[in-house]
């Protein structure tokens, strides 16, 4: 399981492997892409929890720290759907995100 959604995770444990259903190529590719921009939106909150870090800004890198962590539990969701349905997900890569700020 990637990360775990609680409907997902109890649809492949109560229903057994994951069936591979018909799904419109359009349809996958847009899942695929939303489940890439959940994930460079994780990296590009990652950074910014690391540029408070570096600033000992805690409380701002906290919650940016946070941030991230949704997100890429966002992209889980995506994942976890593809996976039940039986579908090819597809990570892709992840930008490289902004890491220079001149201030706050
Ligand atoms: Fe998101």
Redesign the pocket.
Known sequence: MVLGTQHATSTLQSGGRPVAQPMQETLLEALQQHLA??LN?SSAYWALAVWFAERELRGFSRTFKEESD??RN??GLFADYLVVRGQPVALGSINAPKQVWNDI
């Open positions: 921009m959940e939106a949704q997100e966002h992209a």
